[in-house]
């Protein structure tokens, strides 16, 4: 079993910043890849940002610029930098970890962010 625990969530104003962190624990001994997805109320859970190893990382368009994943393969952890935040970034972000190409991906439980004056 995969356990993955997020923190790093809470309550900014517009403007400000957070980051995330997420620590994949178990039965996991390499991660192909690593993301950051967010799901709004009302809305479809989405990519937010995603790497793997060896390759760049990859950001939604209205991310780009103002969030920066990356990871810790030592620490099977990882992070989101997030800058500039606005009240549409307002939502649940999920870690999701995928030990290898055709694995069964791992979620984790979710942390609130919310951007508010």
């Known amino acids: 079993q995969v356990q993955l625990v997020e923190s790093g969530g809470g309550l900014v104003q517009p403007g400000g910043s957070l980051r995330l962190s997420c620590v994949a624990s178990?039965?996991?001994?390499?991660?192909?890849?690593m993301a950051w997805y967010r799901q709004a109320p009302g809305n479809e859970r989405e990519l937010v940002a995603r790497?793997?190893?060896?390759?760049?990382?990859n950001y939604a368009g209205s991310v780009k610029g103002r969030f920066t994943i990356s990871r810790d393969n030592a620490k099977n952890t990882v992070y989101l930098q997030m800058n500039n935040l606005k009240p549409e970034d307002t939502a649940v972000y999920y870690c999701?970890?995928?030990?290898?190409?055709?694995?069964?991906?791992?979620w984790g439980q979710g942390t609130q962010v919310t951007v508010s004056s």
């Open positions: 999701n970890v995928l030990p290898y190409i055709g694995a069964k991906p791992y």
């Open positions: 178990g039965s996991i001994f390499s991660i192909y890849a």
């Open positions: 790497i793997t190893r060896g390759d760049s990382p």
